[in-house]
């Protein structure tokens, strides 16, 4: 049962194929008729294509091409009335497909007349998506290719996520312009990495209409690898700059300690044969340790900067401040080589 199903999945997938196929043979036969001037079998078989009873499924490219000499086959003929009818299947092309063009080449004075009629009965901005390229700024430019179907203005303007944009173009228009891009903003700054609306406004000189398109291309910077700059340094990196405020206590309490062991040591070896001399002795003593305990506390709360430390972190901050900016010009001019690579995007403005 799998293999039955698997086998009328796969019928049903080429059934389309096939018609597709069969449009385009339809089509290439029309196109030889005409080419050979058998315009009125080259109608009937381009008349089929587009006909909602077509048993072939029939693309949008192949419903233009249709339209397209269907127009020229009846343009072709003499008389109004064919013009007209000409003007209209023109039209239904152009409606598809603003970028549909006759070959003046290809085309006689007739043809041509009757096309450039029905681009003024109607009006369309259109672009076509940018083509993946890659950009070195200053050197290369990516060429975008925008029309309006008759005289218009036209506004072309790049605009990015982040805010970045840049006019392209501004001003009169009829049919298809190519407009140039170099990779820069308004400002003058490098394009940043990001995906870009392009819009083309067209607001027609003929007609009160006005009508807008877009497309979207992603732009990615190409640059060698960029190098991190050193951190911050920690705490744990930098030497302490100051003695803590316990030295200072510290330095008055051994004071003490020395005043209080003279004192005890008087007392406890007091005895009338060591005689009165040693009492202030031990006096002078422990009044030395009080006086040198206040002193030492004073001077380390004044004084609590340790230079040497000072002296090795600021090396410290300087060494890596002299490493940062070796890095930032090497990344400097990493980027001024920066090209960038620009790609058509489907949906919208991310």
């Known amino acids: 049962m799998k293999r039955l199903a698997a086998v009328a999945f796969l019928l049903l997938l080429a059934a389309p194929l096939a018609a597709q196929g069969n449009t385009a043979e339809m089509l290439q ?20 294509v587009i006909s909602p009873a077509s048993p072939f499924v029939v693309s949008s ?10 127009g020229a086959s009846l343009a072709f003929q003499r008389g109004a009335v064919k013009r007209d009818s000409a003007i209209t299947y023109f039209r239904a092309a152009l409606e598809r497909d603003p970028f549909v063009d006759l070959e003046p080449q290809n085309f006689n004075p007739a043809q041509l007349g009757a096309f450039a009629e029905a681009r003024k009965q109607i009006f369309a901005a259109a672009v076509r998506p940018a083509r993946a390229d890659t950009l070195t700024p200053g050197s ?37 312009r190519e407009v140039r891009w170099d990779g820069l903003v308004s400002d003058g700054s490098l394009a940043p990495a990001d995906r870009y609306q392009l819009d083309v406004i067209g607001e027609s000189r003929l007609l ?24 911050a340094l920690a705490a744990g990196d930098l030497l302490p700059e100051q003695y803590p405020a316990s030295v200072a206590t510290g330095n008055l309490l051994k004071g003490l300690a020395v005043a209080a062991g003279a004192l005890l040591t ?76 620009i790609g058509s995007a489907s949906g919208g403005v991310r």
């Open 208 to 231: 009160r209409l006005t009508d807008t398109a877009s497309t979207y291309l992603d732009v990615t910077w190409l640059h060698p690898v960029l190098e991190d700059t050193l951190p």
């Open 61 to 70: 490219e192949q419903r233009v091409e249709a339209y397209k000499y269907l």
């Open 29 to 48: 036969r029309a196109r030889r008729l005409y080419e050979n001037l058998e315009v009125e079998q080259a109608l009937v078989i381009l008349q089929q």
């Open 266 to 341: 008087q007392t406890a070896l007091a005895s009338s044969s060591l005689g009165g001399g040693n009492a202030l002795l031990s006096g002078a003593v422990a009044g030395a340790g009080v006086l040198t305990g206040i002193v030492s506390f004073s001077v380390r709360q004044r004084h609590r900067d340790i230079p040497a430390n000072i002296a090795e972190n600021a090396r410290r901050r300087a060494e890596r401040e002299t490493a940062n900016l070796g890095v930032r010009q090497r990344n400097a001019d990493k980027l001024r080589q920066t090209r960038l690579a």
């Open 140 to 176: 290369s430019q990516v060429t975008i290719q925008a029309l309006t179907t008759h005289a218009a203005r036209m506004h072309v303007e790049l605009h990015a996520t982040g805010g970045a944009r840049r006019v392209l173009y501004d001003g009169d228009n009829d049919g298809l």
